[in-house]
């Protein structure tokens, strides 16, 4: 009995081999399963998002320059942003400014902040986000931005204004700080 076991899986291990693994300084990836029907309870390794939408492309670049990345938790992440930039602004908060701003975004804002205390004029405070999308995408080399299109009500405690603008957002994907800073603004234009 033992050597009809021995035989069967000697025979078993010739057909199928064994799995080492892919080669060394290699990620296993999906052209490498097996073809045919996948075992529902096995999940597939390496399978990459599908993004929809503005900025797909760019998107699907910056998960595969970086795929810890996920754009649920940056629109999450982003309206979170977008909400403490514009408190810190309104309340001239340099400090939280700063570490979320890019160098040339903090200067024109810091010198907004003074120009704006120099003349007394009001802050504007948030009222609500109306919409938040993101607009596009895109991998520069290992510079990853994202632009995300903000429509929102502001208000200094008499008038309420709406503001329509992208917010560009950079990361270097090659580098472990998993943070955005604030790169660019500009209005939408109709």
């Known amino acids: 009995m033992a050597g009809v076991t021995l035989f069967v899986l000697s025979r078993l291990y010739i057909a199928l081999g064994s799995d080492d693994g892919p080669p060394k ?3 296993r990836t999906l052209q490498e399963q097996p073809v045919g029907k996948s075992d529902p309870v096995m999940p597939q390794i390496n399978r990459e998002p599908i993004f929809n939408g503005p900025g797909a492309k760019g998107l699907l670049d910056i998960y595969r320059a970086d795929n810890a990345f996920n754009a649920d938790a940056f629109i999450k992440g982003s309206r979170e942003a977008y909400k403490m930039i514009l408190a810190a602004f309104a309340s001239g908060d340099r400090d939280t400014l700063k570490p979320l701003l890019d160098e040339d975004v903090y200067e ?14 009001p802050a504007y405070d948030l009222l609500r986000i109306r919409k938040l999308e993101i607009d596009d995408a895109e991998l520069d080399g290992q510079i990853a931005r994202i632009m995300v299109r903000y429509e929102a009500e502001l208000s200094d405690g008499e008038n309420m204004t709406s503001t329509r603008d992208i917010w560009t957002y950079k990361r270097n994907v090659s580098q472990s700080d998993p ?12």
């Not at 907004?112 to 004029?121: D, F, N, P, V």
């Open 25 to 27: 300084g290699r990620k």
């Open 108 to 121: 024109a804002w810091d010198k907004a902040i003074t120009e704006r205390k120099q003349s007394g004029a």
């Open 179 to 190: 943070n955005w800073v604030l790169d660019d603004v500009s209005q939408v234009k109709d």
